[in-house]
């Protein structure tokens, strides 16, 4: 991710962009943390193409268009939200910053825009419907443990959780070696390498000997081994279901009563299957690049699934976001709306409750400029028309 800034941010107000909190976070993390919520998988080749797919197409902006006002209004899963955005769910987030699911909640809320609690958050599903009120989507994985799955979608819908959220692109966990180097490793051991690296970044490890590592406060009866989130983060899909089909899909269409989101969504067959079965939404996504390697961009992976749900169900979409323009491309290219994951947590761990706010400014700031700047007054006129191939730049 490039950083065109003259001089790296010190604080808050010196970021203008994701890029600044993404530089800033990584001031105040120790290597090993920046880099589970930073990487991706094996060779990182998906991570990159995710980026690099929003290069690939420029704007013909339309001219003498009366945007003194411009409205990014947008409607997610059949409800308004101010802005096409939603916060994807991002596990262990706590490990960044302590309350930082409550601060991206808390954000989301201001924003009116939907916020999805990951089951591998730091916070309780309760605690979040409680200190933030705004539209909550709850974000399961498939455990082999299936009476704890039910419990948790239970606790789900007694909280009030607008949509549940099916993450499918993760059978089993992805390679991250960057874990493996940085010694982020289950069962969590302290090495040279690693209580140095945590020495590095005083504030955050007082912070973590005074108050105690963060707890997947979801997953607390679940016996995968351990709870604390350097144990669960290096050991992903540990008790995840390999063997989650569409038979099982559709249990849970058939035993959940509310809105269903299908997450991690690359091809069209599966799209079409996935409107048959009932579901109200699919994001195509491909875990921001930290599960298969090698899998297409979501930008390039839009367009077949849009084929595919045929305007039978809605697509959104994750993965690289981290501009407005990229928002305005991927909603000229069909998606109904966007989720971030990344950006909204490098503002977190930036600077807390101030730091999530300051990211959704930007991305709000930008998208609203950039309609600006095209000639577009709401979303709806966001359309391929807007878009051409960029030159191939040898
Ligand atoms: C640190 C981290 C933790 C994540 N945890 C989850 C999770 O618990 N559940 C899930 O469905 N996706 C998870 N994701 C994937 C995100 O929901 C989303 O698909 C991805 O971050 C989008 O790419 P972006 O970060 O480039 O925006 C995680 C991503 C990150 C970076």
Redesign the pocket.
């Known amino acids: 991710m490039t950083n065109r800034s003259l001089s790296a941010p010190r604080c808050l107000a010196d970021c203008y962009s994701i890029a600044d909190l993404r530089q800033l976070a990584r001031r105040r993390l120790p290597r090993a943390v920046f880099d589970?919520?930073d990487g991706g998988a094996e060779d990182e080749a998906t991570l990159r193409e995710?980026r690099s797919a929003y290069d690939r197409y420029r704007f013909a902006p339309h001219v003498l268009v009366n945007v003194a006002e411009v409205s990014p209004q947008a409607t997610l899963l059949g409800a308004d939200a101010n802005l096409p955005l939603a916060i994807?769910?991002?596990?262990?987030?706590g490990f960044g910053v302590r309350g930082a699911d409550l601060a991206l909640a808390k954000a989301a809320a201001k924003h009116g825009i939907p916020y999805t609690l990951?089951?591998?958050a730091t916070t309780a599903i309760e605690t979040i419907a409680r200190e933030a009120p705004g539209r909550l989507w709850f974000?399961a994985?498939v455990f082999r443990n299936r009476e704890f799955f039910w419990q948790l979608v239970a606790r789900a819908e007694r909280a009030g959780y607008e949509a549940l959220?099916i993450?499918v692109d993760?059978p089993v966990g992805g390679k991250r070696e960057r874990d493996f180097h940085n010694h982020f490793s289950v069962p969590f051991r302290f090495t040279p390498r690693n209580v140095l690296d945590f020495a590095s970044r005083p504030r955050w490890a007082l912070d973590m000997l005074l108050r105690g590592m963060p707890v997947m406060e979801n997953l607390r009866d679940l016996d995968v081994g351990a709870t604390s989130a350097s144990a669960i983060a290096s050991s992903v899909g540990r008790g995840y279901d390999a063997a989650f089909d569409w038979v099982r899909l559709a249990e849970v269409r058939e035993r959940w009563p509310r809105k269903l989101i299908v997450?991690g969504v690359a091809r069209a067959d599966d799209a079409q299957r996935l409107a048959a079965l009932g579901c109200d939404a699919i994001v195509v996504?491909n875990?921001?690049?930290?599960q298969l390697d090698g899998a297409r961009a979501t930008l390039d992976a839009l367009p077949e699934v849009l084929r595919g749900a045929a305007g039978r169900v809605p697509v959104m979409l994750?993965?690289?976001?981290r501009r407005g323009t990229d928002i305005a491309k991927a909603l000229a290219l069909g998606a109904q709306g966007v989720?971030?994951?990344?950006?909204t947590?490098f503002g977190a761990v930036a600077g807390g409750d101030a730091g999530a706010l300051r990211a959704l400014d930007i991305l709000r700031d930008e998208l609203q400029r950039t309609m600006q700047l095209c000639g577009a007054q709401n979303l709806q006129q966001l359309s391929p028309d807007l878009l051409r191939p960029a030159p191939c730049i040898n």
């Open positions: 589970f919520f995710n994807a769910p991002t596990g262990a987030a990951s089951s591998s974000q994985y959220v993450t993760l997450k996504s875990h921001g690049g930290r994750d993965g690289g976001i989720w971030v994951g990344r950006a947590l």
